[in-house]
Structures are given as structure tokens and as C-alpha cells.
């Protein structure tokens, strides 16, 4: 009768034997009986199967072509087997793995890991059943930070490794039955024990000698491990061990290195090179003989007697399993959630939450099933974006098991590609650790299938608008599924506009003060904090920004001695020392290491990127930090011919938060913080003068005479002319200085705070001296505003020897019967005649007069 022959949705067991020459003959001396394979896409699957019946269960067996094993190959192999069989359920990987000896060994040599041992891949304790010990990162401290895991097995699975060792405990197993199939004539010599003096566990240090399967003739047998030994006894009984696996792109040959594996990997008892490689879309168990130490004295005598009792424990493990069980499991099952998030919760976090309450309902993937939804959370640099995001990330994971939470940092090309290289790796993609692999289209295909589950992508620090948006394009490579959402943060708003395509935008602003005090007062001592006026006034001057509470939190944490009012005193003592403070780096676990976490280099990128992408935009930047903080009328900006321009750079500046629309139509507030890093950002890269040369220049221009006409005019230019003029020493352009210093004096003038007019004219008039010569009609006009300023006052003495000197250098310059002349005589006159000197006040005004 030929074999029978069934189609490809028969089949629910997948069993991969990745090396063919070694681990696909034992495997297929477990099958009861064989089937023709069935028919299957071979232009698309170029895979050859195995199909059989095994306890029940119809199996298909898939292996790597010969020599081409590892994660890669076996991610190639399982991709296309999962595809053609779609009705597989659960899955075994089946074959060889090096052994590591526990860190301390126990006294029953039966309960230490030996060659000739199996090792399941499900240590029981609540962590992964394996962990890729090449992925990860690397920390300052020298710490090494395991990153992809590959979490239980299916639930039906692992009830069957509890009966099974259940039964072995009772002496229940069918072990030795199974190792008869290996033992027929044929191949009874290649299946058998090598016998227990070919057991050498040699110390970590001590490397092989000679040459490879050459019994270590030449190694040192004193630096054998002392350990329990085994007894023939136990040689004929079969031994398992429960317990972690490490999986990586590499044959482990150094036992330093191994044992490396071991400590970094919670104490796995095996390591090998295609778990990691497995298509995640069924649950796996690893099961792997123990063919070697993992060290230089590796050799072939224990291979096929490993990969033996490998099959042997698989057909073991299945047998447990009734196949009604296997054939009823959805087929849909939900796949295993992944969390990868690059930082621990912060038991910290303080505030928000409203804001948390509204991505909460509109983050995950089941708020919306019509769509692959984008929600964008913008504020300003050291608002809190990221830390309100990881709030989020780890509720969403709490609430929604079954969603799994990715996150990528689009901070640069690379750190986008490396966390897309982690998630590959985590979902398993065959080909995501190829050299030349197109890893960010990689996971965006694999997240864009249907059956890729439920998932929440979190794309971080989307700053960057020509990164995202110019070629390549790191915005095409985010994926699109129906099960998915995704939550980006930015600091810009045009970059959130162009994020969100149907989602919504959520403006993060400051903390309030009640959130902001808790925030400050984390891990400082009560002594720190006992001076409450002292809080409220250090927040105020920080502007409730979260990072640079943060940032203020963590120097007083490390200073005990600095209390909160010190701090203060700090802040207020110069713009320098509190620039200072915003640039001191403080050790922060909830930001990246590769990127500098004070609030001043915070913004200095954000402008970085507005002097590349809209140098208008910087150009008003650097105008407005030398204004006052509030209500900047858009009128005081330089005009620009292009309207569309203005406008843009405004938005831009906006859209960063460095600005925001203030009150009223037209009027702006810039960030204190923001405004004086800014200053002190040209300061160093000596634009200071050039800067305010130019804004005084542009004020000089704006700045109208006052008068009662166009009162609201200049009130409402008058602080940010007086802000600049706190720098007007700095100016080069004397003339738009005296300029502004006349127009400014004569308000003060006008509104009778005549003490502050008299010094602005003292100002103006030295300065035109100096610039102008006494005799410029300028200069001439300073001394008669002066004069009349001090007449105001009451200090007519004064008033009168400025006033004659006025009116003696304008009939010299302009003549007797020029107007400004004759109005110097008149002022004289009413200053004589305010000191009683009447007689010489009217023959003042009658030659006035006569004139």
C-alpha cells in the first residue's frame, strides 16, 4: 500500500530539525509512520518536509540544507513552513545544543549537566524560556542588558512537560521504549552511550591542545572539574534538566565565554544558534541533547547520541498530548504579546493625569478597528514627553496583555535601524540579522501582516522634520495594520501635523504647581525643602518644566548641603550661573544614553534644526530673546517682503513651543527658560553684539516719538525697547542707540517719571556728543529735552545753564530765526520765569516774539 498522503491543513505539529545530516534521522525514526509530503508552492517554498503520524499527531518535520544552520536559515526554514502549513498549532525545535555546567553543581551528578543530557527550554521560575545573549546593550557601568526574549511556550505544552516529569518521577516514562527505534542494527552503533570515560568537563581556563575528535590525547587531565560522577547506572537512564537557554548567531567554543553566557542569561544550562531564528507565529518549545561543553574540547563523539535523546524526549512530549487537543487549539490563537520599552517604569511619575486618561482610551489598537491609528504627543524639549509615554507604554501593557508594546527613538537613522533590529529579533523575522538585511523594511512587513497580533508602536523624539520626511524616508518604513496603533512624541508642531494623518494631536504644557512641587521634592531630604516661599519661587523661575525640575532635583540630591532656597539663590545670582545649572548633566535612567540630558543642550538641538530647516525662523529667535518675555507684538519683527515666510517662521517657532500666541491677536510670549539660553548660546559663539547691534537697530526703526496719538503703539513696544537697552553697551550702532534712547526717554517724559527720562537723556545726549559732535543738530536737541526733563523736576538752575547752552549752539549751528532756535528761547524764558525772574523772562519772550 503506498503511503498515505494528506493535505497540508492536516498537519498541527511542526518539528524542526535544523541540522539535516545530524538531527533529521533520529527525528524521523520517531514517526510511527511516514506520508507523502503534500503538494505546496515550491517557487515560493523551496523547503523539502517530512510528514509522518507520531503518537496520534500528524507531523511535519522541516531542517536547514546541509551546512547552513543557525537563527537565519532556521527563520528561513520556519517562515515558509508556517505558510504552506496553516494548520500547524504548536511547534518543537529538536536537535543539539552545547552544555553549561551550573555556576555551583550539585552532589547528585544526576542533577548537573552532563553530555548525553537533554535540556528543555522552560526553566518554570517566571522568566524566559530562552534569551538571546547577543542582544542587547551595553550600559557605562559595564553592564551588559539583555534585551530579546523568547517568552512560554503554548500553555498545552507545557502541561505536558509537567506530566511528563511527573511520570518520570514514577517511573511512568516511555524513554527507553522510544530509544529502541534508534537502536535497530543499522543504526544501533551510531546511537549508543560513548561511554563515561569520554566525559570531560575540563576547568574554564585550561584550552584543547591538539587536534579536533582527538580524545584530548594532549589536554591536561589535572585541570579536569572535579565533580560528582556519574555511574554506568545512570549512563542507562534518561536524564533531562528544565532550564533556561541561551540562543545566539554563533558556535560557542570558549568556556570563559560560555560561562560568560550563563551568568548574563540567569543561569542557563544550555546554549545554541536557531531558537532565536524560529517564525514567532506558533508557540515553540526547544529541546536540545547536549552534544558538548561549549568549549575548545568540543568534539563529535557525543552528537548523534545527543540528538538521539533529543527525538526521543520530543516523542515523549507529544505522546502526552492527545491530538484532539492539538487539532482543537484555534488556529488564530493569540500570538505571545511583546514588550520591548528601553526604560523601567518610573515609580516617580507624577501628574497628568487627564492626558493620561485620554491616550489611555485612544492608544491602543481595539480604540480604533478601522484604521492603524497615529496619535502625536507634542511640547515643548524637557516637557515630558517621553516620560508621560512610558507611563503609557506600561499601562498599556498592564490593561491590554495581549498588545504588544514596541518602541523606536527616531533620534538618529541608526538608533531608529537598531531598535528596529530588536524588535526583528524578538518577532523572530527570518533574515533580520543579515548583513545586507533591510531591517526597518523587514518589521514593517512583518507588523503589517494580518496575523502579526495586536501592537502599540511607539516612535520616539520625532523631531527631526528632514530626517523623517527627505530621502530615505524613515516615515515610509512605519507599518500599517488594523491592529495597530501608533504614539509618537515631537517637539515640533509642523512635524505633528505631518505625523498624525487622521489621528489627533495632544499638547503637552507645563506641570502644575501642585505636580511640579512633588516632582522637585523626590529624593531630597525634608531639611532640603522645609523653605516653602523658596519652592514656589525656584519653580516659577523654572517655569514648571519637568526636566529642568528634574535636573534641579537630582544637584540638590547629590549636594545635601544645597537646600532649595540655595538653589534659588543660584538661579537668581546671574543669567550665567543659572545657564550653568541648566547645562550640569545629572544621571538620568529615563533618557538615552547617547544623548546629553541637560535642559540647555535639550533646546540647543531644537535650534540646531531651525537654523537648518528655516533659517528665517532662527533669525526671529535670535531677535526675540533680547525682548521681553511677554506680549511680543508680531509688528516689532524684522518685515520681510514674503508675507508667507513671516508667517511660516513664526509658526515654526511656535510650533517648537519656544514661543506661544500670547492674549492678545498678534502678541507672543517667548519661554523664559528658552529666552535665556538662547542669549547665552550667541554669547558663546560670539553673535552677542552682532545680535543686539541688530535688534537695537530694528527697535530704533519701530520704536515710535510718543505721543498721545500712538500711545498703544509704543506701550506696547516700551518693554521689550528696555529689555534690549539692559544691553545697550554691547551696541556698535551708536546711532540707532541714540535713536531708541531719545524715543525711549520721551515716554517717561510724557507719563511724568521724570527721575528715569532725566537719565535716558543724560544717555542720549553723552552718547551723541561722543557720535554726533555738540554741535550736530541731534546733539542740540538732546540738551533741550535734557533741559526741559530737569525744568519737570524742579531743578531750574540746571535747567537754565542747559538751556543757554542750547540756545547759544543753535544760533551759532542754525541761526537767530531758525524754529529750533527760537524754541530754545522760549524754554529759557519759561524756566527763568519759573525761578521769579520775571524781568529777565520777559525780555526773553519779547525778542521770542520779535522773532
Request: charged share 25%; with cysteine.
Amino acid at each position: 500500500m503506498p503511503p498515505k498522503k494528506l493535505q497540508r491543513t492536516d498537519y498541527h505539529v511542526a518539528w524542526i530539525a535544523p541540522v539535516s545530516d545530524l538531527e533529521l534521522l533520529p527525528s524521523r525514526l520517531m514517526l510511527d509512520k511516514e506520508h507523502d509530503a503534500p503538494d505546496y508552492d515550491t517557487a515560493y517554498d523551496d523547503n523539502i518536509y517530512t510528514c509522518g503520524t507520531l503518537a496520534g499527531h500528524n507531523v511535519v518535520i522541516a531542517t536547514c540544507p546541509p551546512g547552513l544552520t543557525g537563527n537565519v536559515n532556521a527563520g528561513r526554514v520556519t517562515g515558509s513552513m508556517f505558510k504552506t502549513f496553516t494548520g500547524l498549532r504548536m511547534a518543537v525545535l529538536v536537535g543539539i545544543g552545547g552544555g553549561i555546567p551550573r555556576a555551583h553543581e550539585s552532589d547528585d551528578p544526576t542533577e548537573n549537566v552532563h553530555v548525553g543530557d537533554v535540556v528543555v527550554g522552560w526553566p518554570g521560575d517566571g522568566g524566559p524560556a530562552c534569551i538571546y545573549y547577543d542582544s542587547g546593550r551595553w550600559h557605562t557601568d559595564g553592564q551588559f542588558e539583555t534585551l530579546g526574549t523568547i517568552d512560554k511556550p503554548d500553555w498545552v505544552l507545557l502541561n505536558a512537560l509537567a506530566k511528563l516529569a511527573s511520570d518520570h518521577e514514577m517511573d511512568q516514562s516511555t524513554f527507553q521504549d522510544h530509544r529502541k527505534r534508534l537502536l535497530v542494527s543499522k543504526h544501533k552503533r551510531k546511537f549508543t552511550h560513548p561511554g563515561l570515560n569520554r566525559d570531560q568537563l575540563f576547568q574554564a581556563s585550561h584550552h584543547h591542545g591538539g587536534q579536533y575528535n582527538d580524545k584530548c590525547a594532549r589536554c591536561d587531565t589535572a585541570q579536569l572539574v572535579d565533580r560528582p560522577a556519574r555511574t554506568e547506572e545512570d549512563a542507562d537512564t534518561f536524564i533531562f534538566h528544565r532550564g533556561r537557554i541561551a540562543t545566539g548567531n554563533a558556535v560557542v567554543q570558549d568556556a570563559e565565554r560560555r560561562d560568560q553566557i550563563r551568568d548574563r542569561c540567569s543561569g542557563a544550562l544550555c546554549v545554541e544558534m536557531e531558537a532565536a531564528g524560529v517564525d514567532a507565529s506558533r508557540p515553540c518549545l526547544v529541546i536540545r541533547g547536549i552534544s558538548d561543553y561549549a568549549d575548545s574540547h568540543k568534539s563529535d563523539a557525543w552528537r548523534s547520541y545527543a540528538a538521539g535523546n533529543a527525538a526521543v524526549f520530543a516523542r515523549e512530549l507529544l505522546s502526552k498530548i492527545p491530538a484532539s487537543k492539538v487539532i482543537s487549539l484555534d488556529a488564530q490563537e493569540k500570538r505571545k504579546s511583546h514588550f520591548l520599552a528601553p526604560f523601567g517604569r518610573n515609580k516617580g511619575f507624577v501628574g497628568r493625569d487627564e492626558i493620561l486618561k485620554q491616550l489611555l482610551e485612544s492608544v491602543p489598537p481595539s480604540a480604533s478597528t478601522d484604521d492603524c491609528q497615529r496619535i502625536v504627543v507634542e511640547g515643548l524639549g524637557g516637557i515630558g514627553k517621553t516620560q508621560l509615554t512610558i507611563e503609557v507604554a506600561y499601562r498599556i501593557r498592564d490593561t491590554h496583555p495581549d498588545c504588544s508594546v514596541f518602541w523606536v527613538p527616531a533620534v538618529s537613522t541608526v538608533m531608529f535601524e537598531n531598535a528596529c533590529r530588536e524588535i526583528g529579533q524578538a518577532l523572530r523575522i527570518p533574515g533580520i540579522d543579515d548583513d545586507k538585511a533591510d531591517v526597518k523594511g523587514l518589521v514593517k512587513t512583518a507588523l503589517s501582516r494580518n496575523n502579526a497580533g495586536s501592537w502599540l508602536l511607539i516612535v520616539d523624539n520625532a523631531d527631526d522634520a528632514e530626517l523623517l520626511f527627505t530621502n530615505p524616508e524613515l516615515i515610509s518604513y512605519l507599518p500599517f495594520s488594523r491592529k495597530g496603533s501608533i504614539l509618537f512624541t515631537t517637539r515640533t508642531h509642523q512635524v505633528a501635523i505631518r505625523l498624525r494623518s487622521r489621528g489627533h494631536i495632544t499638547k503637552l504644557g507645563e506641570l502644575d504647581d501642585t505636580e511640579a512641587t512633588q516632582l522637585l521634592h523626590q529624593g531630597l531630604e525634608p531639611s532640603q525643602t522645609e523653605d516653602i516661599e523658596s519652592t514656589t519661587q525656584l519653580l516659577k523661575y523654572l517655569a514648571n518644566l519637568p526636566l529642568a525640575i528634574r535636573q534641579a532635583s537630582a544637584y540638590m540630591a547629590s549636594n545635601t548641603n544645597v537646600t532649595v532656597s540655595r538653589y534659588l539663590e543660584y538661579c537668581q545670582s546671574s543669567n550665567k550661573a543659572m545657564v550653568k545649572l541648566l547645562a550640569e548633566e545629572f544621571e538620568d535612567q529615563d533618557r538615552y544614553k547617547a544623548i546629553q540630558n541637560p535642559v540647555a543642550m535639550t533646546w540647543l538641538i531644537s535650534f540646531e534644526h531651525i537654523r537648518r530647516d528655516m533659517p528665517l525662523a532662527a533669525e526671529y529667535l535670535r531677535f526675540i530673546c533680547y525682548l521681553a518675555e511677554r506680549d511680543i507684538p508680531i509688528s516689532l519683527l524684522p518685515r520681510r517682503e514674503d508675507m508667507m515666510a513671516a508667517d511660516k517662521a513664526i509658526s515654526t517657532l511656535v510650533g517648537y513651543s519656544f514661543i506661544s500666541r500670547g492674549k492678545a491677536p498678534d502678541r507672543y510670549d517667548i519661554h523664559r527658560l528658552v529666552r535665556l539660553i538662547t542669549r547665552n548660546w550667541l554669547d558663546e559663539q560670539g553673535e552677542e553684539v552682532r545680535q543686539v547691534t541688530a535688534t537695537i537697530h530694528q527697535l530704533s526703526k519701530a520704536f515710535p516719538w510718543p505721543k498721545h496719538e500712538n500711545r498703544e503703539v509704543w506701550t506696547s513696544y516700551l518693554p521689550h525697547a528696555q529689555s534690549a537697552l539692559e544691553l545697550q553697551e554691547k551696541c556698535i550702532d551708536e546711532e540707532a542707540l541714540i535713536s531708541l534712547l531719545h524715543n525711549v526717554g520721551q515716554y517717561a517724559n510724557l507719563l511724568g517719571k521724570y527721575a528715569e527720562a532725566e537719565q535716558m537723556r543724560w544717555q542720549t545726549l553723552k552718547l551723541s556728543e561722543k557720535v554726533l559732535g555738540q554741535e550736530h543738530p541731534d546733539t542740540l536737541t538732546s540738551m533741550s529735552n535734557l533741559a526741559n526733563t530737569l525744568r519737570n523736576q524742579g531743578k531750574y538752575a540746571e535747567a537754565e545753564q542747559m538751556h543757554r547752552q542750547t540756545l547759544k549752539l543753535r544760533e551759532k549751528v542754525l541761526g537767530q530765526e531758525h524754529p529750533d532756535t527760537l524754541t530754545s528761547m522760549s524754554n529759557l524764558a519759561n524756566t527763568l520765569r519759573n525761578q521769579g525772574k520775571y524781568a529777565e523772562a520777559e525780555q526773553m519772550h519779547r525778542q521770542t516774539l520779535k522773532l
